[in-house]
């Protein structure tokens, strides 16, 4: 069995549902639009509403991402992002935030850092979890015993093509939260919500008591509010990044990103 994890991620979910709030996850593509930059918007992010930050680790091949964030990966990676530098932009973090940490990473980047490896520093540097967008749940037992015995949890994504058994693997392996995809395909902005997305929220909700989030293509206010009438957390990643992508150059980024944050996390503050 897993290793048990209590971290931020947990914390904050605990705290969220005692108050009766909901949490508002926030993705951004670590060294875009350059390394230096991360922390800072990620900091604005917070001061924004976030509650939790998803760190994109950049690669070359984001199959589960549209343009927005495949430009995003490619401009960190000729920015000079690794794993390491990741790593390092976290202890920044964590110089000047206790926000929860999320490395949203494909596998490859992180097998050629090592598991183990990967493991124990990120730990070190104060993530709380990992998300791996590509590990086929049906050979996640492994890499989620490492990563919990380091004290990581682990999240898994959910979809509403995913069978019975995808689902029962999926709330098996995951701590923290439980991250279902609002449709099928790849990330960006949609005109509204699936449909699909309240059915899945139940077919979970029998399988486990995790919080659940729901992500893919929420970039609006009242998609926000239509979320967290289903679920624990909304995720925004694409209209962050596209943000940011339009913005790169001009020095009032951060209060930007601070602003359009603050309009998205406000139905829940209403």
Same mark, same amino acid.
């Given at each position: 069995?897993? %290793?048990?994890?209590?971290?931020?991620?947990?914390?904050?979910?605990?705290?969220?549902?005692?108050?009766?709030?909901?949490?508002?996850?926030?993705?951004?593509?670590?060294?875009?639009?350059? &390394?230096?930059?991360?922390?800072?918007?990620?900091?604005?992010?917070?001061?924004?509403?976030?509650?939790?930050?998803?760190?994109?680790?950049?690669?070359?091949?984001? !199959?589960?991402?549209?343009?927005?964030? *495949?430009?995003?990966? @490619?401009?960190?990676?000729?920015?000079?992002?690794?794993? &390491?530098?990741?790593?390092?932009?976290?202890?920044? !973090?964590?110089?000047?935030? /206790?926000?929860?940490?999320?490395?949203?990473?494909?596998?490859?980047?992180?097998?050629?850092?090592?598991?183990?490896?990967?493991?124990?520093?990120?730990?070190?540097?104060?993530?709380?979890?990992?998300?791996?967008?590509?590990?086929? %749940? =049906? =050979?996640? +037992? @492994?890499?989620?015993?490492?990563?919990?015995? *380091? +004290?990581?949890?682990?999240?898994?994504?959910?979809?509403?093509?995913?069978?019975?058994?995808?689902?029962?693997?999926?709330?098996?392996?995951?701590? +923290?939260?439980?991250?279902?995809?609002?449709?099928?395909?790849?990330?960006?902005? /949609?005109?509204?919500?699936?449909?699909?997305?309240?059915?899945?929220?139940?077919?979970?909700?029998?399988?486990?008591?995790?919080?659940?989030? %729901?992500?893919? +293509?929420?970039?609006?206010?009242? *998609?926000?509010?239509? %979320?967290?009438?289903?679920?624990?957390?909304?995720?925004?990643?694409?209209?962050?990044?596209?943000?940011? =992508?339009?913005?790169?150059?001009?020095?009032?980024?951060?209060?930007?990103?601070?602003?359009?944050?603050? *309009?998205?996390?406000?139905?829940?503050?209403?």
């Amino acid at each position: 069995m897993p %290793v048990e994890t209590a971290t931020r991620i947990s914390t904050l979910f605990a705290n969220c549902r005692s108050a009766g709030k909901k949490a508002f996850i926030a993705y951004l593509t670590c060294g875009d639009p350059s &390394p230096r930059d991360t922390a800072s918007l990620v900091l604005a992010l917070e001061r924004g509403g976030a509650h939790l930050i998803e760190l994109g680790v950049p690669f070359s091949d984001p !199959i589960a991402d549209g343009r927005v964030i *495949q430009r995003a990966s @490619d401009r960190a990676l000729r920015s000079g992002m690794t794993v &390491p530098l990741v790593l390092e932009i976290v202890r920044e !973090i964590r110089r000047h935030s /206790q926000i929860p940490l999320l490395l949203f990473s494909y596998l490859n980047p992180l097998l050629r850092y090592g598991f183990d490896k990967l493991a124990r520093n990120a730990a070190d540097a104060g993530v709380d979890g990992v998300l791996l967008t590509d590990l086929c %749940v =049906e =050979e996640a +037992g @492994d890499p989620v015993r490492r990563l919990r015995e *380091q +004290g990581l949890d682990t999240i898994f994504l959910a979809a509403p093509t995913s069978t019975e058994r995808r689902l029962r693997l999926v709330a098996e392996h995951s701590s +923290g939260f439980i991250y279902l995809v609002s449709r099928t395909g790849v990330t960006g902005e /949609q005109a509204s919500l699936s449909e699909a997305a309240a059915p899945l929220v139940k077919r979970m909700r029998a399988l486990s008591n995790l919080p659940i989030a %729901v992500g893919f +293509g929420i970039s609006t206010p009242e *998609q926000v509010a239509e %979320v967290t009438g289903l679920a624990d957390a909304v995720v925004v990643g694409s209209a962050i990044v596209k943000l940011i =992508e339009a913005n790169t150059v001009s020095p009032n980024l951060r209060a930007t990103l601070e602003n359009f944050t603050r *309009q998205l996390t406000a139905p829940l503050r209403a």
